[in-house]
């Protein structure tokens, strides 16, 4: 269990006056890591955000304002996306950390080098913030397991082995891809009904049921040996950080193909991840017990008396919707959905030991998807799937139109945030992505 130190105090306020903004997503103590570049430029910088600011880590790090550990930690990953600085393990994580909050509060000496190493983020363009070797998406949300069970088999809705394993496939790393990139609407096979009964033939064209999913992505610090599986105890040193993750979905090309080999062209034409990583460090005051009862059977493995009362994670999460008429007519995205990630079956760090008690090796930059969010109280649905109960009941946006699933010109936008007494709000920043009309 991270302990929490100086840096998550409350009473810290920055000389950088956005990050003191009561709903600030990004105030000292949060410091997320990302991936940047200066609009017109094509070097990629490493960053951390600060209210409305990007540090440019590397000119920080030429000025002589980090040392030790700190710099060292810099200079690994300088050149290239965040993996190196991953792979180095907390130790260097958490010595950038003091340094960076250090010379970031009101009254820190040097304000005016650090100031130098600031860019607007208005004057960048965000970037994924890790190469991606591996993405592996569970499904560790109980809610949403039942509630997509139940319009498939009514009569027994959470398969049996649910509360043994946590269910995953291996995704596409190739199309994950970092907010604000397109999502073109993708064609493929699905078998329409007629009356009610699937039709003598499948068709092939665009999906008729887009979706969405309301997932946060965790990447991976330092890896594993192959065939050297990861402890539940020691699952926390290997996770750098998560991000908010929309694994969009093609609802019916997904239920044509899946059986017996589960998800494949219905979900890996597009993976949108926020450009942000809030740190394990960042996200200490807000663990919780988890939300599995403590009487639910589990084996050995993936039973440790930490995660129980530790392993939860106090986030809240949000779905946003905007039409093309909406846009057209000035109006603000529609906020569908407030899922907690709270009410997970499964922890983050369950995730990490079952998908390496085979043996299988994580590396640094690897992303695991947790699976759609759902909580178990109306409009805590973490898809349009469940929201619209398999497409049988439309919802109404405030430009009176309706939506099952998504047309084209709608944009989703994800949001997450942490607040709880006693602490600083933070926030993950947005993950958005806008339908484009599919290939003719």
């Known amino acids: 269990m991270i302990a929490l130190d100086e840096t998550h105090d409350p009473s810290l306020r920055s000389w950088v006056d956005a990050a003191n903004e009561p709903d600030a997503d990004f105030p000292i103590q949060n410091l997320p890591f990302g991936m940047f570049r200066r609009r017109g430029k094509d070097e990629a910088i490493p960053g951390v955000a600060i209210g409305d600011r990007i540090i440019d880590l590397p000119l920080l ?5 980090l040392q030790g550990k700190a710099a060292k930690a810099v200079q690994a990953f300088r050149n290239g996306p965040l993996n190196n600085l991953m792979a180095l393990g907390r130790e260097y994580w958490v010595a950038l950390r003091f340094d960076l909050s250090r010379l970031l509060r009101e009254g820190a000496s040097r304000q005016g080098d650090t100031a130098a190493g600031l860019v607007l983020m208005s004057d960048a363009e965000m970037l994924l913030p890790a190469q991606i070797g591996d993405f592996t998406d ?14 498939f088999r009514p009569d027994n809705p959470l398969l049996p082995n649910y509360r043994w394993v946590p269910i995953a496939y291996h995704g596409r790393s190739s199309s994950v891809k970092v907010s604000g990139t397109p999502l073109r609407r993708p064609l493929g096979q699905s078998m329409p009904k007629v009356a009610g009964k699937d039709s003598a033939a499948p068709i092939y064209g665009p999906t008729k049921r887009l979706d969405i999913e309301l ?5 991976i610090g330092p890896g594993n040996a192959l065939g050297e ?5 020691d699952a926390e040193a290997h996770l750098f950080g998560l991000s908010l993750l929309n694994d969009w979905s093609a609802r019916d090309i ?3 193909e899946y059986q017996p080999l589960g998800p494949f062209l219905g979900k890996n034409f597009l993976t949108s991840v926020s450009p942000w990583v809030v740190t394990m460090e960042a996200l200490a005051p ?11 059977a589990l084996p050995d493995y993936l039973r ?3 995660d129980q009362q530790q392993g939860g994670l106090d986030i809240t999460l949000e779905v946003l919707l905007q039409s093309a008429s909406m846009r057209e007519q000035g109006m603000a995205p529609h906020r569908i959905a407030r899922a907690p990630f709270a ?8 995730l990490i030991t079952h998908h390496t008690s085979n043996g299988c090796n994580l590396q640094p930059g690897d992303l695991l998807g947790t699976g759609t969010i759902s909580g178990p109280a109306p409009g805590e649905q973490g898809c349009l799937l469940e929201m619209s109960v398999g497409g049988s009941k439309p919802f109404a946006l405030p430009s009176g139109e309706s939506r099952t699933f998504l047309e084209d010109g709608d944009e989703v936008t994800l949001r997450a945030f942490c607040q709880r007494a006693g602490a600083t709000r933070i926030g993950f920043g947005e993950c958005v992505g806008r339908v484009e009309p599919a290939r003719s």
């Not at 790090?61 to 304002?65: I, K």
């Open 304 to 306: 440790d008396s930490a």
């Open 229 to 233: 599986p990861i402890a539940l105890a």
């Open 286 to 296: 807000f663990r919780i017990q988890s939300a599995r009862p403590a009487a639910d």
């Open 215 to 219: 997932e946060l992505g965790c990447y």
């Open 254 to 256: 997904q239920a044509w």
């Open 343 to 350: 009410s997970q079956y499964w922890t983050v760090f369950q």
């Open 138 to 151: 569970f499904y560790s949300s109980i809610h949403h397991a039942t509630n997509a069970g139940s319009l």
């Open 61 to 65: 790090a030429s000025r002589g304002l």
